[in-house]
């Protein structure tokens, strides 16, 4: 069983450059969400997904779009890398938060820099 | 918005004595998860609590979920190597946002 699996685990961006860091799991997971990981600012979220064709806004989405036509696949895209951007980005799934176990998979995250 | 606070934002334990770190929440919750993050890597499930001043218990971890569905406590007993990491609390409120906090960053002593 795979669970999240994130690509690229690594990228080196120039300032406007443009990228989709990659996420799909193979849990039927309906809930799929995205992290940014700064140092001290733990765990903030940029977009999420209670299922295929549905997305939300998190606390961060300014300069990231996402989009999800499948339930595997929740790919993240940075329209035009800023310097401020450099972070982790980690994908989340589980089950609907209506469901009783949300337990949150997450996948092994992307180190993103830009420069 | 819905905001997570953790207190402390680090913890230095002695090898063997106990420690506790705290979540509060600006709003009611549905429910409260746990997650532990090594250095390095990525934020492990550790537990979900969904009842009012519910208590779990795994091995020396012990959580609590507030009265008032706002707040939630980690205590760890005999600490080990082992527990170095970052503790995350995370909530859920009305919608479907989850929401963590800033994590305790626990460092050991032997």
Known sequence: NAGVTQTPKFQVLKTGQSMTLQCAQDMNHEYMSWYRQDPGMGLRLIHYSVGAGITDQGEVPNGYNVSRSTTEDFPLRLLSAAPSQTSVYFCASSYHPGAGNTEAFFGQGTRLTVV | ???????????????????TTYCNS?????????????????PVFLIQLVKSGEV?????????????KKNSSLHITATQTTDVGTYFCAGRAAGNKLTFGGGTRVLVKP
């Open chain 2, 56 to 68: 779990k218990k795994q091995k020396r971890l012990t959580f609590q979920f507030g009265e008032a």
């Open chain 2, 26 to 42: 600006s709003t009611t919750l549905s429910n409260i998860q746990w997650y532990k993050q090594r250095p390095g890597g990525h």
């Open chain 2, 1 to 19: 918005g819905q905001q997570v606070m953790q207190i402390p934002q680090y913890q230095h334990v002695q090898e063997g004595e106990d420690f």
